[in-house]
């Protein structure tokens, strides 16, 4: 059964540092990752999603990066500002036809000014 | 894409009461789920539909949760007799199969209180 683990559960950084948040998974056997942001009371908003075959993903002051094997992936936010401040969740795909997304618990992140 | 829309946005209702949501997909997304969220929790499968046909369901869904994509388009998800633990953020999301590499794109969620 795949399970996926935050690490850790709630971050809280000055405005422009640096910051890596991880994401864990047991079975390795994933078709992509999808990191989302969710802001108090809303839903999901897609930030950035790897195939199974790459190794990172790059928008703007974001980068994700996948390691299958082991299991993992971060998420490094550049130069954080206050509107960073969020929870961020990771979620794996089993199989490309069609199916669940298995999300881990959140990190929340809170970058003061 | 005018994205996903949920419906209501909030429900407030006694315990033993029936509600139903809402969803409406991205148009063109044939795929369609239903995720429940708690505090301080990641979101939880609970069904997903290829057009009207629901392939998978979770076993969170118990019989007193149904739900239906008769036409292949909107989505419902009725809750029966509900119960404290019910409450919860009901998130629906869409996608279109063939697009590269298939992303979720989620609603801004119905949240339930159960009084």
């Known amino acids: 059964k795949q399970e996926v683990t935050q690490i850790p559960a709630a971050l809280s950084v000055p405005e422009g540092e640096n910051l890596v948040l991880n994401c864990s998974f047991t079975d390795s056997a994933i078709y992509n990752l999808q990191w989302f942001r969710q802001d108090p009371g809303k839903g999901l908003t897609s930030l950035l999603l790897i195939q199974s075959s790459q190794r990172e993903q790059t928008s703007g002051r974001l980068n994700a990066s996948l390691d299958k094997s082991s299991g993992r992936s971060t998420l490094y936010i550049a130069a954080s500002q206050p509107g960073d401040s969020a929870t961020y969740l990771c979620?794996?795909?089993?199989?490309?036809?069609?199916?669940?997304?298995?999300f881990g618990q959140g990190t929340e992140l809170s970058v003061k000014p | 894409d005018t994205g996903v829309s949920q419906d209501p946005r909030h429900k407030i209702t006694k315990r033993g009461q029936n509600v139903t949501f809402r969803c409406d997909p991205i148009s063109e997304h044939n795929r369609l789920y239903w995720y429940r969220q708690t505090l301080g929790q990641g979101p939880e499968f609970l069904t997903y539909f290829q057009n009207e046909a629901q392939l998978e369901k979770s076993r969170l869904l118990s019989d007193r949760f149904s739900a239906e994509r008769p036409k292949g388009s909107f989505s419902t998800l009725e809750i029966q007799r509900t119960e404290q633990g019910d409450s919860a953020m009901y998130l629906c999301?869409?996608?279109?199969?063939?697009?590269?590499?298939?992303?979720?794109?989620f609603g801004d969620g119905t949240r339930l209180s159960i009084l």
């Open positions: 999301a869409s996608s279109k199969p063939g697009s590269l590499l298939e992303p979720q794109h």
């Open positions: 979620a794996v795909r089993r199989g490309n036809q069609g199916g669940k997304l298995i």
